[in-house]
């Protein structure tokens, strides 16, 4: 009595389809943001989504006072710069924030934190006496969607360099860092 139209069921299953991908796309759009600086600077707001990386940048220099200077362990006394330290703390309250509001709110992701690139001077040549202490411990750092900021904090010195063309190559050179934020579900 009734003819079958398969062009009908076609069009049927394709808008299920696209209803489907539409729903599902929505449902699992968790993202990472306010990875912020300390008080003295920040290093602004990154988003990232699920399963991707955020990277931030940060120079050293800005996070020391203006008359301040990075110099290696226990070269601090002996300087010529009155106020040379020998470590600076970055750090970071990363907030995992979803993109829906409420549509994610209580899951929990893993944060990792590591080391991109380090340049002095734009030179990766001498990175290797940038110690940046503190990574190892945010490989799997719970974080809760919606939830309390993870702080990240990460302690920066560098080694004394064996020779006087490396220690020209990094005195009172910029120092920057790139990290990477990475949230997995």
Not at 2 to 19: A, C, D, E, M, W
Not at 122 to 149: E, F, H, K, M, R
Request: hydrophobic share 45%; net charge negative; proline share 1%.
């Amino acid at each position: 009595m009734f003819k079958k139209n398969n062009s009908s069921k076609i069009v049927l299953g394709t808008l299920l389809l696209v209803l489907a991908i539409m729903v599902g796309g929505f449902t699992f759009a968790y993202w990472a943001s306010g990875i912020e600086g300390n008080d003295t600077s920040s290093s602004g707001e990154v988003q990232i989504g699920s399963g991707k990386v955020a990277t931030t940048v940060v120079e050293v220099d800005d996070y020391l006072a203006e008359d301040e200077y990075l110099v290696p362990v226990g070269r601090a006394t002996a300087s010529s710069e009155s106020t040379a330290v020998e470590s600076v703390t970055l750090t970071f309250d990363v907030v995992w924030t979803s993109e829906i509001s409420n549509t994610a709110t209580g899951v929990e992701g893993s944060l990792k934190v590591s080391v991109d690139t380090v340049l002095i001077d734009g030179s990766a040549t001498y990175a290797s006496l940038v110690n940046i202490a503190g990574v190892n411990n945010y490989q799997d750092t719970a974080i809760i969607v919606d939830g309390a900021a993870v702080t990240v904090t990460l302690t920066v010195t560098l080694t004394e360099p064996s020779d006087k063309a490396a220690y020209t190559a990094i005195a009172t050179k910029s120092i920057v860092i790139t990290f990477d934020f990475e949230v997995t579900v």
